[in-house]
């Protein structure tokens, strides 16, 4: 019979919507996350950032250090959610929200359900491995027992424009 009768597949999912009560806060914290990553870039690891906060309180902020620790554990988002839980002193981090400047990976995310993170936001979407939307969707997977809130898309012209220049200025071709 007529019609796609399947229910919205994100609905836990927003693309930075001009009416979200959350916007500014939203733009601020991510402008934190943009300048770890920057930061991250500057020491030449990919230049991925995030922070934590719980209601206008900053738990944490990291940048990429994979390369630096040799971790490949070592992304933003975990070094982030490792140091807010250390400062919470628990590591549930209920009502807590998540900035990051790409969109998280498997590992990432599987990281804030466990920390039980109440809202992710993100700024461009990773095609090739984002776990919030993009190629997977654990954020509202209805077979686990946890479900993030996401917004997407917040900055984006800036978080992307950090990792173009990243890579552009490592496939330089040599002459």
Same mark, same amino acid.
């Given at each position: 019979?007529?019609?796609d009768?399947?229910?919205?597949?994100?609905p836990?999912?927003?693309?930075?919507?001009?009416?979200?009560?959350?916007?500014d806060?939203?733009?601020?914290w991510m402008?934190?996350?943009?300048?770890?990553a920057a930061?991250?870039?500057a020491r030449?690891?990919?230049?991925?950032g995030?922070?934590?906060?719980l209601?206008?309180?900053?738990?944490?902020?990291?940048?990429?250090?994979?390369?630096?620790v040799?971790?490949?554990t070592?992304?933003?988002?975990?070094?982030?959610l490792?140091?807010?839980?250390h400062a919470?002193?628990?590591?549930?981090?209920?009502? #807590?929200?998540?900035?990051? #400047?790409?969109?998280?990976c498997?590992?990432?995310m599987?990281?804030?359900?466990?920390?039980?993170?109440?809202r992710?936001?993100?700024?461009?979407?990773?095609?090739?491995?984002?776990?919030?939307?993009?190629?997977?969707?654990?954020?509202?997977?209805?077979?686990?027992?946890?479900?993030?809130a996401? #917004?997407?898309?917040?900055?984006?012209?800036?978080?992307?424009?950090?990792?173009?220049?990243?890579?552009? #200025?490592?496939?330089?071709?040599?002459?």
């Open positions: 019979m007529g019609g009768r399947r229910p919205d597949r994100h836990s999912f927003v693309h930075e919507p001009p009416t979200d009560p959350h916007l806060a939203d733009r601020r402008e934190e996350a943009i300048r770890e930061a991250a870039g030449g690891e990919v230049p991925i995030a922070v934590v906060v209601g206008d309180r900053l738990l944490a902020r990291a940048g990429n250090a994979s390369v630096a040799h971790d490949p070592a992304h933003a988002e975990v070094r982030a490792r140091a807010a839980a919470a002193r628990n590591y549930r981090l209920l009502e #807590t929200t998540l900035y990051v #400047t790409l969109e998280p498997v590992m990432c599987g990281a804030a359900l466990h920390a039980r993170v109440a992710l936001v993100y700024g461009c979407a990773d095609p090739k491995g984002g776990a919030a939307g993009s190629l997977f969707d654990l954020a509202s997977d209805q077979r686990l027992n946890h479900r993030i996401v #917004t997407a898309g917040v900055a984006e012209d800036g978080c992307r424009a950090l990792l173009r220049e990243f890579f552009r #200025t490592r496939r330089v071709p040599s002459t």
